[in-house]
């Protein structure tokens, strides 16, 4: 797979930052799941962007998978796409997630999660964790 962020075009002159060509970037992860998954290849990231354009379910679908979010009830479908996108269809229909446990998911222990602003409190990860229902730590 072509690294997809670093492909020499005339659309990039200008770029303020470019990455490295062996940077191990999470789209090109991303790419490659899914080039291996639908038996498709991309060539650039132009390619990559109109894959995710035309394939839009399948494409939020792996995201969701890629980032690890965690859903506490699962989804029956990830967009109804007999409804255009102006339109707002619904997305991951059933879907629940809680977003206390997701945002502490990759925490450390001992690390500072949260500021409690009113008086001066500190809540680490570890303390936080069981009270968001997040029990295999």
Known sequence: MVALNRVPSEDNAGLLYTPKPDA????????????RKYATKFASYKDFH??????????????LDFTHVRLSEPYTSVVDT?????EVPK?????????????????KDDKIALYFARKIQFF??????????HHNV
């Open 24 to 35: 191990n970037l999470a789209i090109d992860r991303l790419g490659a799941i899914i080039e």
């Open 50 to 63: 109109k894959w995710s354009v035309e394939n839009y379910a399948d494409f939020w679908s792996e995201v």
């Open 82 to 86: 007999s409804k255009r996108i102006d």
């Open 91 to 107: 997305w991951f229909v059933g879907a629940r997630l809680n977003y206390a446990e997701n945002c502490l998911l990759n925490g």
């Open 124 to 133: 680490s990860t570890v303390r936080l964790m069981p009270q968001v229902g």
